[in-house]
């Protein structure tokens, strides 16, 4: 590196690497955070790959979660009715023996049936957050060097991220002339 500075920064505010930064000097890129440094000569950088990706298997735990929540809302009724008449009919019976262990498995069946609808709310706000989050996806700058991949994300479409990765390009192009 030199004494003139990097000639642009790019800080991590969320994600994973939220807290380090990549600074891109004349001859390399630099990584560094707390506890690490790791310096890549520009030489050495075969592509930069950067894009907003969604990230589908959210999306789609999401949306499980909240059909999930509709069927488990949709046996909470039924479930609770039958548990509730087939608990009478055995207390009517008598409490002995098989009848009373039958009374007492209703009522539990009944009691679990009474809470399906709270476990359906959570699903359902569980489903939506994984949904939203799988939306907003992450801005993805990739580097291929030497037979491997850099991957860098930050959440969200973060248009910082666009400008550096093209800064990095230039820089690169100018590089090879």
């Known amino acids: 590196m ?3 500075g990097p000639l642009i920064r790019f800080d991590f505010a969320s994600g994973l690497l939220r807290g380090t930064h990549l600074a891109l000097y004349r001859s390399c890129l630099v990584h ?6 790791e310096t890549l000569p520009l030489a050495g950088i075969v592509s930069v790959r950067v894009a907003f990706e969604r990230d589908r298997r959210r999306i789609g735990w999401g949306a499980a979660l909240i059909v999930l929540a509709l069927v488990l809302l949709a046996l909470a009724g039924p479930l609770g009715a039958f548990a509730g008449g087939a608990a009478a009919e055995m207390a009517a019976a008598g409490g002995q023996g098989v009848a009373g262990g039958l009374h007492a498995f209703f009522r539990a069946l009944g009691a679990v ?4 609808p709270a476990a359906a709310l959570a699903c359902a ?3 939506a957050a994984l949904a939203a989050l799988g939306w907003r996806g992450d801005t993805v700058l ?3 060097v030497a037979g ?3 991957v860098y994300a930050t959440r969200g479409r973060d248009t910082l991220m666009l400008d550096f ?3 990095l390009a230039e820089r ?3 590089a090879a002339r």
């Open 2 to 4: 030199n004494d003139a």
């Open 32 to 37: 560094r955070g707390e506890w690490h440094l």
């Open 113 to 116: 049936a009474s809470l399906l």
């Open 125 to 127: 706000l569980g489903g």
């Open 142 to 144: 990739t580097l291929a």
């Open 148 to 150: 491997s991949e850099r």
């Open 165 to 167: 990765a093209e800064a």
């Open 172 to 174: 690169l192009t100018a």
